[in-house]
């Protein structure tokens, strides 16, 4: 993670972004806001350009004015500098048209900078036409980046990274063709968030939890990620995709390997992606019996009347699926991994229940179990929380669970910047900590489900609007005999 000593130097290093995609809902409600918020802080290099780069036939004022629509500012001179980092060019990266002028506008660039700069390409585009844009990409040269002295350009690609395994390698091996390892930043923006950062310091920096957080204390854990959304105008992708791929596969199972995993040799990206690795490596590969009896899948009533989602689709808006981490520190405990859209609210968290040792002491005063269990709260508003027992105020012996809570935006007197903001940070810094790696292990564990779910050919459960989802799955926990935890942190409610 970048150090204070690597933004100062940021400043003197020149950079130029080319976003493709630049017209698209994620470039124009997340990263160029998150420019926004960079510059108006003064963190971008005193050098710095980004290049628009869409199929739209926009004007540089007219790309800039549409920015209006998303980003809010009170200062003129904010906006004002802001934009005069951005120049709009017209091309379309996987058709191939365009790109010399494209490449000419880099070239000017880094005549007026007169400097070899970073060149960063930042792939805002749909996932279908990934491949395409690599081989287009790398048969115009614009992966070799500075021609001064060689400077490689770095690549920034969002999720899905592929449709299974096989799709995700052939994308690899086109992607590898023509960019390193090194220079490729593989975005997830979950692990931009301040909490998933904060777990390293929870789990590695706090002596009381280190030596609990293992299958001899923790009965199971509970990560949720829950929208009370639909697909909106996301159909035509969401149809093809479904809750599985689109969140499972990528979001929850890099926070659970986040985790779980053991403590890095050293607080790099190499030392944390190689412990990542480790975890996905050893989560169980399900058989077809298994996912039959481990997994749930639901489709929100009305799905099907979206727009651009098929009449007769069988697309899973509600996945979710239990597994196990086939190693010494976590073996026998179940993990939950479920989400859905259309649910009860927005919230993710990642909620650890101990076991109940029913103390002999107090076995007479329990109405009911109550495990102690650690909830952190990824979304909406970042913080830990931590439920324990406590005796009631009164005259009598009663004990009652009591939660223990901080939120990051009431107990820092310090702004908490978006995770696109801080991962566009690492990207122009050059540290891969806080991105994904390869994604082959995540497809092998995905893959089986998928395989079996198609082959069923049934259709999905339908669930309600608004409610925690289909039947099946209070079900699924309940034949464990565990239930459901309540995901949201109560002080960190909006």
């Known amino acids: 993670m970048p150090q204070l000593v690597e933004i100062e130097n940021l400043k003197n290093s020149p950079t130029v972004f080319v976003i493709f995609g630049a017209t698209g809902d994620l470039a124009r409600k997340k990263i160029f806001p998150s420019f926004f918020e960079l510059s108006k802080n003064n963190l971008l290099p005193e050098k710095f350009k980004i290049i628009a780069a869409a199929r739209s036939q926009f004007t540089n004022d ?49 005549k007026d900078a007169k400097a070899c700069t970073q060149r960063v390409l930042y792939m805002s585009i749909s996932p279908f036409i990934y491949d395409k844009a690599f081989e287009n990409v790398g048969q115009s040269k614009l992966n070799l980046g500075c021609d001064i002295h060689g400077k490689k350009a770095r690549i920034v690609i969002e999720k899905p990274f592929g449709h299974d395994l096989k799709s995700a390698l052939s994308l690899n091996d086109k992607l590898t063709k023509y960019f390193d390892e090194s220079e490729i930043y593989r975005i997830d923006h979950f692990l931009g968030k301040e909490t998933v950062q904060n ?35 996301r159909g035509d992708y969401y149809d093809k995709a479904g809750a599985l791929r689109d969140v499972i596969q990528n979001h929850l199972l890099q ?25 996905l490596q050893s989560i169980n590969k399900m058989t077809p019996d298994v996912v039959s009896n481990s997994t749930v899948r639901g489709q929100y009533e009305g799905y099907r009347q979206e727009e ?12 979710l699926t239990k597994l196990h981490i086939e190693n ?20 993710t968290s990642i909620i650890f229940s101990f076991k109940e040792r029913k103390h002999k002491l107090f076995e007479n005063f329990y109405d009911k179990p109550m495990p102690n269990h650690v909830t952190l709260q990824i979304q909406p508003n970042e913080g830990i929380g931590i439920r324990l027992v406590a005796k009631k105020p009164g005259l009598t012996t009663s004990i009652e669970p009591v939660d223990m809570e901080f939120c990051y935006r009431t107990s820092f007197d310090a702004p908490q910047p ?72 109560t002080i960190c409610k909006i």
Not at 200 to 221: L, S
Not at 255 to 279: N, Y
């Open 308 to 319: 651009k989602v098929d009449n007769d689709s069988l697309t899973e808006t509600y996945a």
């Open 199 to 233: 777990i390293f310091a929870f789990r590695f920096g706090n002596e009381i939890f280190e030596p609990v957080w293992n299958n001899k204390y923790i009965d199971h854990v509970q990560i949720t990620m829950a929208e009370y959304v639909g697909v909106e105008k």
């Open 255 to 279: 926070l659970m390997s986040l985790v779980t995993m053991e403590q890095p040799d050293k607080f790099d990206h190499d030392s944390i992606r190689q412990r990542k690795l480790e975890i």
């Open 418 to 489: 978006d995770a696109y903001e801080r991962l566009l940070m690492d990207i122009m810094v050059g540290d891969q900590t806080l991105f994904i790696g390869q994604v082959a292990e995540s497809w092998k564990i995905i893959d089986p489900i998928e395989e079996v779910w198609q082959n069923q050919k049934t259709k999905p459960e339908v669930y309600k609007t608004g409610s925690w989802g289909p039947e099946s799955a209070d079900k699924l926990i309940k034949k464990d005999n565990r239930e459901w935890l309540a995901p949201l942190l």
């Open 62 to 110: 007219s790309f800039t004015e549409s920015l209006k629509e998303t980003i809010t500012y009170k200062d003129k001179n904010d906006w004002q500098k802001f934009v005069s980092f951005i120049e709009y060019v017209a091309c379309d990266v996987a058709e191939n048209q365009n790109l010399e002028t494209l490449k000419k506008t880099l070239d000017d660039f880094e």
């Open 328 to 347: 010494e520190r976590w073996q026998g405990v179940p993990f939950y991994l479920r989400t859905g859209k259309k649910l009860t609210g927005k919230v």
